[in-house]
């Protein structure tokens, strides 16, 4: 297991088909090592919570909410979505985009 790894922490991917869960993984890891590298103090982490609600029949809409936390700082994002990885992806850039506004002066 890599060092970024045990930093990356999952909440509620049980029920999580096996191959989006290994494509939302690897999109937060590489996500963390970004972010790591920008923010630079390695007590940083990320937890990633997903939510399943209003369930139709075979769809679910999923509720991803994302958080960085640093020395110092925290930085949250949320994102709603019918499809899982969309909705990790696109909390995750929400992420990126509030920690480079922070960092990158």
């Known amino acids: ?18 191959f989006e869960k290994a494509k939302a993984e690897t999109k937060a890891f590489n996500t963390f090592r970004k972010l790591a590298r920008i923010i630079k103090h390695p007590d940083t982490r990320l937890s990633i919570h997903v939510k399943e609600h209003e369930i139709e029949g075979e769809r679910r809409k999923y509720s991803i909410h994302s958080r960085l936390v640093c020395p110092g700082h ?28 922070k960092f990158k002066r």
């Open 74 to 101: 925290s930085f949250d994002a949320t994102h709603d979505e019918w499809n899982i990885l969309t909705a990790v992806e696109k909390s995750l850039a929400a992420l990126e985009k509030e920690v480079i506004k």
């Open 1 to 18: 297991m890599e060092p970024e790894q045990l930093n990356v922490e999952f909440i509620g991917f049980h029920d999580t088909d096996s």
